[in-house]
């Protein structure tokens, strides 16, 4: 199981109207670790994890080819409502829906899809929170509306969300970068513990926590995957001079 | 329920306002067709109206919702204007919430409402006050002459301006605060008074939408019935004199309506409709075209900033 | 310089000043009907508006019963029609055809329909209904009223809807839901505040109108519970006695409009005060 091939993807390409955003690329995402995506902004980072669940196809416009096999099914040729239950996303701003409390937050991926034992639901978010550390922090207020925790909670409601529809991947677009310090240091954390469970792809744009955190970084450059390796073979010893000045910080 | 069923459905009840539409003004235009037929052109400019010997003109009608019209948005423009201006612009937060509650009711109370207000209060005040007054006054302009009646073409105008002044005050509202504030930090930074501000920054800016929100508010007393029934005297005549008592087109439609026994007459009055239908379909179109405009304006700027 | 200055200022206190007394204006106008009302209209808002129907001409006590029902059977026929078929082409325009021609042609269809005078809905339920079942009634009024409700809802609800953050839409998709339960048991009930403070204009809007009626359901001197039978409301019945040449009768329609603004208003303010959800800022 250890280190078997989660997501393969080939010649995916990507379009907002006319304008090509990936430029046609494969690789393989392996499961139960941490695959961090970077490069300069506008390289198509989002984009890519976007493909992912297809997620790029509901803005006007957006077209999408090539493959994307999860566990041999190629998503582009499966039911995409099924394919987002199983692989969930955690987006840039923790996008609570604000006229639901936290537990129907939690709950929602599940209720709203026909689960209605009560019992079950209530165990599944239990088991959500509990898994991203607010079971005993917020524990008492799950039946409020979300509106009154912090961003880094927030987030943390948002993850547990994703985690309650029991996806096998999750998808994380800079997910700490509406967030202090202190409260990404709780997700990565986070991230950490759920990799046991999960394959994580995570857009970032902090070159410290994809070094932190990541087992495997893909390095994107104006829609091209220039680099892709261990995370500390890219970050010490990168193949590509582009690889390498962009993480040293000597040009975007 | 799948993702296309649904669209579809949204999108079925959306054919169907469009075809409702389409449907109306091809009943309408049906309904009209006999006079239509008949009266031809000289409908808009005969103003002999006979049902008994089937002759029917409507320039009275039509010069009346003409008059009272303007009249209506010359007395609503600066209020309605300057009313937006400081709901947009200069009323403190809470207030502002407040005002905008009050322009609301002020839209939201039924024209039959005022029309009983201004059959009662508003008629009776102008005859016995204003009219003399102006008459004394001013009496040498042809506007105002004659003796006061109070159930005349003024105050069909006052009650029409009245029902606008809500209409304009919530569009231009609206408009105004589409306006970047890009369009007044620099000049608030160069020291310009708060009235250069809205003056130079932001009134230019939003030119075309507050004529969008007149038009509106034009189309809106054009197609204004009872109010106007109640206070504009229902006399078909063609008079200088704001002091006469008019009739307009929505009015003559309420007021004959029941009476028109033959087809023509019945015809006739369907005929004053299409007009109308024509007229603020006219007037509407131009208005949101202009909101239109500015709003796609903004975006646009906002897209390249 | 320091006069040029002085001379500026004074000037934009001046105009700010205008625009200022415009509003006071405006609140003072809202006063002056609302006061008036309220002092012809109460004497006569006893028990008998509600209970009786009314009395012949120089009998006391009649009241307007048959009309204040006529009138919320009327609003309910209205809300049948303008209500699901407002919200589904506001979701339509907002969610489903935004950025194609075709919803571009249903906002320009919404657009040409709220700019139609009501009398002209009147005439035209008057040509398809009335004339077919050779009868004025109920059914004709709700549908007319119903007409007029539609674009008020739809433009309502899509602008509402427009508020709603698109993170939300994404979140939900990303839970794997499908399109029609993201709009229905996510979007809506997150815009359902601004979407119902939006009916309730659209309602207290018809709840007024006069003009269709004419045409359409005219009026009734007793109880009519048929749908296809001329029913009384309120503002048909308003006009009547205020139109009459008797005194006991304007009271009546005085009392009548009270009665009226009161269901309108407080429609309103029940709405803002009743609703949950969230108020989305422009």
């Known amino acids: ?252 | 329920m799948s993702r296309d069923l649904f669209r579809g459905m949204t999108a079925v009840l959306s054919l169907g306002l469009v075809l409702l539409v389409f449907l109306m003004a091809f009943v309408i235009w049906q309904q009209a067709e006999a006079s239509v037929q008949k009266s031809g052109w000289e409908f808009i400019v005969s103003r002999h109206w006979d049902p008994v010997h089937e002759e029917f003109g409507a320039l009275p009608y039509i010069y009346g919702t003409v008059i009272s019209t303007m009249l209506a948005v010359l007395f609503a423009g600066p209020v309605s204007i300057g009313a937006a201006i400081y709901l947009a612009e200069f009323a403190p937060r809470r207030t502002k919430a407040l005002l905008a509650f009050v322009v609301d009711v002020l839209a939201a109370i039924p024209s039959i409402v005022y029309g009983l207000w201004g059959s009662f209060v508003l008629a009776p005040f102008l005859r016995n006050y204003i009219e003399p007054w102006l008459g004394k006054n001013l009496g040498f302009l042809p506007f105002f002459q004659g003796s006061p009646f109070g159930l005349d073409m003024l105050a069909a105008g006052i009650m029409l301006a009245i029902m606008s002044i809500p209409v304009i005050t919530a569009v231009a509202r609206e408009v105004l605060e589409t306006v970047p504030d890009g369009q007044r930090e620099p000049l608030i930074a160069m020291g310009a008074t708060p009235w250069e501000v809205v003056r130079i920054g932001v009134i230019p800016y939003a030119r075309n939408g507050i004529v969008g929100a007149f038009t509106l508010g034009l189309g809106k007393a054009i197609g204004e019935t009872m109010a106007v029934t109640m206070v504009i005297g229902n006399e078909p005549k063609i008079s200088a004199s704001l002091f006469s008592p008019a009739h307009s087109m929505t009015s003559v439609i309420v007021n004959e309506f029941a009476q028109a026994t033959s087809v023509l007459h019945l015809s006739s009055l369907i005929h004053i409709g299409l007009l109308l239908f024509g007229l603020t379909l006219l007037i509407n179109v131009l208005a949101r075209l202009l909101i239109y405009q500015m709003s796609w304006r903004v975006k646009k700027r906002n897209e390249n900033t | 310089m320091k006069i040029l200055e002085n001379h500026r200022l004074i000037w934009s206190r001046l105009m700010v000043g205008f625009c200022g007394l415009s509003t006071l204006l405006i609140s003072g106008l809202l006063l002056l009907v609302l006061g008036y009302i309220t002092l012809h209209g109460l004497p006569g808002a006893n028990l008998n508006f509600f209970t009786r129907l009314p009395a012949p001409v120089g009998m006391e006590g009649g009241g307007l019963a048959q009309a204040v029902a006529g009138s919320f059977i009327l609003i309910g026929l209205a809300c049948l029609i303008g209500i699901p078929w407002g919200i589904g082409a506001g979701i339509f325009l907002s969610e489903v055809g935004k950025d194609s021609w075709w919803g571009e042609g249903v906002r320009f269809a919404v657009d040409v329909l709220s700019g139609v005078p009501s009398i002209i809905t009147g005439i035209f339920v008057y040509s398809i209904l009335v004339v077919k079942l050779q009868s004025f009634s109920a059914l004709a009024g709700g549908v007319a009223l119903g007409i007029i409700m539609v674009p008020l809802v739809a433009r309502n609800t899509e602008g509402i809807l427009q508020l709603v953050p698109q993170g939300l839409r994404e979140a939900a998709l990303a839970l794997g839901l499908p399109f029609w339960k993201v709009i229905l048991k996510i979007i809506l009930p997150t815009a359902a505040r601004g979407i119902g403070i939006g009916v309730t204009l659209a309602v207290a809007g018809v709840a007024g109108e006069t003009a269709p009626l004419f045409f359409t359901s005219l009026s009734n001197n007793y109880w009519s519970l048929g749908l296809l039978e001329p029913i009384a409301s309120l503002p048909m019945e308003i006009f009547r006695y205020a139109t009459a040449p008797f005194a006991a009768w304007h009271e009546l329609a005085w009392t009548g409009a009270l009665v009226l603004i009161t269901i309108v208003v407080s429609g309103m303010l029940l709405a803002r005060i009743l609703l949950p959800g969230y108020n989305f800022r422009r």
């Open chain 1, 1 to 252: 199981m250890l280190n078997s091939c989660k997501l393969k993807i080939a010649g995916l390409q990507a379009w907002y109207d006319s304008r090509q955003v990936l430029k046609g690329f494969g690789m393989e995402i392996r499961a139960n670790k941490i695959t961090a995506v970077i490069g300069p902004s506008g390289c198509g980072k989002s984009t890519f994890i976007r493909c992912l669940n297809r997620m790029h196809e509901i803005v006007p416009g957006a077209r999408v080819s090539g493959s994307v096999l999860l566990d041999e099914q190629d998503i582009y040729r499966a039911n995409p409502v099924e394919i987002r239950r199983r692989i969930g996303m955690v987006f840039q701003a923790p996008n609570v829906f604000p006229a639901m409390s936290v537990f129907e937050n939690i709950a929602a991926g599940l209720s709203l899809n026909g689960l209605r034992n009560k019992q079950k639901l209530r165990e599944v978010v239990e088991k959500s929170l509990a898994q991203v550390g607010l079971l005993e922090e917020i524990g008492s207020f799950i039946h409020l509306p979300a509106t009154g925790l912090s961003s880094g909670q927030l987030q943390r409601v948002c993850i547990a969300r994703a985690l309650a529809v029991q996806p096998e991947v999750i998808l994380m677009d800079e997910p700490c970068s509406a967030l202090d310090p202190i409260a990404s240091f709780h997700i990565e954390e986070l991230l950490s513990e759920l990799k046991q469970q999960y394959t994580i792809v995570i857009v970032t744009h902090n070159m410290q926590q994809a070094a932190r955190i990541s087992d495997y970084t893909v390095f994107l450059s104006q829609g091209d995957l220039i680099e892709y390796g261990s995370t500390p073979t890219v970050f010490i010893n990168p193949r590509d001079r582009r690889t390498e000045s962009y993480i040293t910080g000597r040009s975007a």
